[in-house]
Every structure is written in structure tokens, then in C-alpha cells.
């Protein structure tokens, strides 16, 4: 496969081509995405940075104004871009996905903290200028800042990683950077949190498969003098068949806790060692509210329903952030279904908490009766 262009932000506007201090490159997001989606079509789109930056402001509906640095990016603003541009795109599951992904031919969006994780071969002549004359003259010699940045791997060259900083004027910036794996995955760790945060996948469309048309056979010639065949005596029409309609696909599912190993005859005489705490607890109170609560206050006293209602939120609350992040979406991006994984797992943690507190050979919590412990 021919090697990763790069497509470069020093040329995606009027302000980025400024010289010296009055240069305001805020494009390297789009610029990126115009690289990725060029190398991931194998180049049937072959979009410039300008491109790029045209694409986000229709993704996003923001256009940037000149002589500002205002066009930062979101990766969720960057799977629009790339949509729009004409591929498809999604966030990284994992940094395993990316790597799979990568191998069956497509680009990686990688955000990074620059200069964090680069190899010394690996920075663009603009950097080596910016970083050895003004951030020195600064006495900011190891500022790091916000990028965005993309990636690509194939048989012939391995991985490749290219800044948009890069000139792709220059031939010996064209393409991108050849990087070890070890590399790349050092650059996409500069950002804190999971690697595969700072990493979304770019794909091309998928076409419509093409119908295959059978050719017909020729028609054969009619015989002169054909015999006409006896008539066959019609028979009673067959009803069509009931078409069997297809099975509907299993949803996954939260694997709840086993309910079979309890005693549930021990349970059930604790349950009712309860009831009866509640109702004579209850006798303390006036009114409806004022029973209700002292049959609450009785319980509360003489079980441990308080811990295990606090345990199960505890965990239920734990386990919900736990699976939101694993989903790698911003919180604000998670689908319904998502928001449903996310219940169940909750749900789950929570019922967990329940079976322990009416499994009677659990000692984390008990009801106690006038006897001591059940």
C-alpha cells in the first residue's frame, strides 16, 4: 500500500500561514481527519486540510473567525467531520481494537499531549523551531499542548504516524512518520486516563453489494407438430405455506445471582421475624405516618436493612460509573441502549447486596429477635 500522506495545517488557512508569533495554527483536528479518511479510502477521497476544516464547520454548525485560535476540537466533533467527509468513524473500544482495526485497513485519530511519548525522529521541523527558539525564549523548554494527530499501518511500511505540523511541501515530510507499535502506543499515552480514550477508528463506507443477474437460458425452438398433452385433472389449490418468521436476536444480558442455593425456609421465618419487628414497632407511632415510621425506626434498630440498603447503593452506583466509562463514549453521547447496559449492571450489583442480606448463613447483616440473632 502507498505510504500515509500527510495533510499538513500549516496550509488549511490564511491564519495559519502567518509568519512567526502572528502564526495561529488551531486546525491540526481537521487537518488530521482530512489524512485519516484520504488513507482509510485508500485515497478515492483524498480530502486537503482546508477540506477538513470546511467539513467541521458544516459537522458542527461553527465557523471558525481568522485571527483566532478558536477552532479547537472534540472527538465527538471529529466522527462528525470524518462522516461528513464521506467515511465512517467511531470511538475505540480498546487499544486492541485500534490495533485490529489499523490492520484491516483503517486510521486511527490518536489526541495526544505533544511532545509527550514522541520519538526524537518523529518532530516536525516546525516543532524543533517552536521548541528550541520560542518556548526556550519563554523558559518553557518541556511545554506540552493538545493535539491531534493520526495513524495507519500496512504490510509494506508498518506503522505509520503523521503530525499535521509536518510540511507536506516539503519531501521530507510528505508522508507520515514510520514508528514501532511500542511507538505509537507511547504517543497515545500522553493524555491521562484509558488509551483508548484518546483513540477513534475511521473507516470507509461499506457498499452496497451488487446483485448478480443469472443469464437466462435461449428459448428452444417450438416444434412443428406438437401433441397436445391430456389435460390433467386439476386439483384442489394447496394453501401456501405460513412463513416461519425469523427468530428475534437474543439481547445480552446482565448475569444476575443465583437464587437456587438458599434455604428459603430459613429465610422465609426471618422475613417473618421482621414483619413481626415492624408491626410491633408500629404499635409506638400515631397516625399513619407516625406508624410508619416507628415501624421503620423498630427495623432499622433490630436489623441491619439500613447497612444493606446503603451497601447496595454503594455498589450499584460503583458498578453504573464503572460500565459507563468502559463504553469509551462521553457521558452526554451514551444511546439508550447503552443507558440500559448500564441499569442492569447496576441492578445486578445492587441484588447481589440483597442476597446477602437474606441468605441466613451470611453474618454481614441478621434480624435479631428477643433470642440473639437468627
Not at 246 to 263: C, I, N, V
Amino acid at each position: 500500500m502507498s505510504r500515509y500522506q500527510v495533510k499538513s495545517q500549516l496550509y488549511s488557512d490564511d491564519e495559519a500561514q502567518r509568519k512567526g508569533t502572528a502564526q495561529i495554527l488551531d486546525d491540526c483536528g481537521p487537518s488530521s481527519i482530512s489524512a485519516a479518511v484520504a488513507w482509510a479510502t485508500q485515497y478515492e477521497i483524498n480530502p486537503s486540510a482546508a477540506d477538513g476544516v470546511a467539513a467541521k464547520a458544516k459537522a458542527t454548525g461553527l465557523v471558525e473567525q481568522q485571527g483566532k485560535s478558536d477552532n479547537g476540537s472534540s472527538l465527538a466533533d471529529l466522527i462528525k467531520t470524518a462522516r461528513v467527509l464521506g467515511a465512517d468513524a467511531r470511538w475505540a473500544k480498546s487499544w486492541d481494537d485500534a490495533v485490529a482495526a489499523a490492520k484491516a485497513g483503517a486510521a486511527i485519530g490518536v489526541w495526544v499531549d505533544a511532545p509527550k511519548g514522541y520519538p526524537e525522529h518523529a518532530k516536525s521541523k516546525w516543532h524543533k523551531r517552536w521548541e528550541r527558539w520560542w518556548w526556550l525564549k519563554q523558559k518553557q523548554p518541556t511545554r506540552t499542548y493538545g493535539h491531534m494527530t493520526s495513524a495507519g499501518w500496512c504490510a509494506d511500511h508498518g506503522w505509520q504516524w503523521a503530525d499535521p505540523t509536518q510540511d507536506e511541501r516539503d519531501p521530507a515530510e510528505k508522508y507520515a512518520w514510520l514508528v514501532s507499535e511500542a511507538e505509537l502506543k507511547a504517543i497515545a499515552s500522553g493524555k491521562p486516563g484509558a488509551i483508548h480514550t484518546h483513540l477513534i477508528i475511521i473507516t470507509a463506507k461499506r457498499k452496497a453489494a451488487t446483485p448478480v443477474t443469472t443469464p437466462k437460458a435461449p428459448a428452444k425452438a417450438t416444434p412443428k407438430a406438437p401433441t397436445p398433452a391430456p389435460k390433467a385433472t386439476p386439483r384442489a389449490a394447496q394453501p401456501a405455506p405460513t412463513p416461519v418468521p425469523a427468530p428475534k436476536a437474543r439481547r445480552a444480558t446482565t448475569q444476575l445471582p443465583d437464587l437456587t442455593a438458599l434455604d428459603w425456609n430459613r429465610i422465609g421465618k426471618g422475613t417473618a421475624d421482621a414483619a413481626r419487628i415492624a408491626y410491633e414497632g408500629a404499635k409506638g407511632g400515631r397516625g399513619f405516618w407516625g406508624r410508619l415510621w416507628a415501624a421503620l425506626t423498630a427495623l432499622a434498630a433490630r436489623t441491619a436493612i439500613d447497612e444493606a440498603l446503603l451497601d447496595a447503593a454503594r455498589s450499584a452506583i460503583t458498578v453504573a460509573i464503572s460500565v459507563m466509562l468502559a463504553t469509551g463514549a462521553p457521558l452526554l453521547d451514551l444511546t439508550t441502549g447503552d443507558l440500559r447496559t448500564v441499569g442492569s449492571a447496576a441492578l445486578a450489583a445492587a441484588l447481589q447486596t440483597l442476597i446477602k442480606f437474606i441468605d441466613p448463613d451470611n453474618k454481614a447483616y441478621g434480624v435479631t429477635t428477643a433470642k440473639g440473632p437468627r
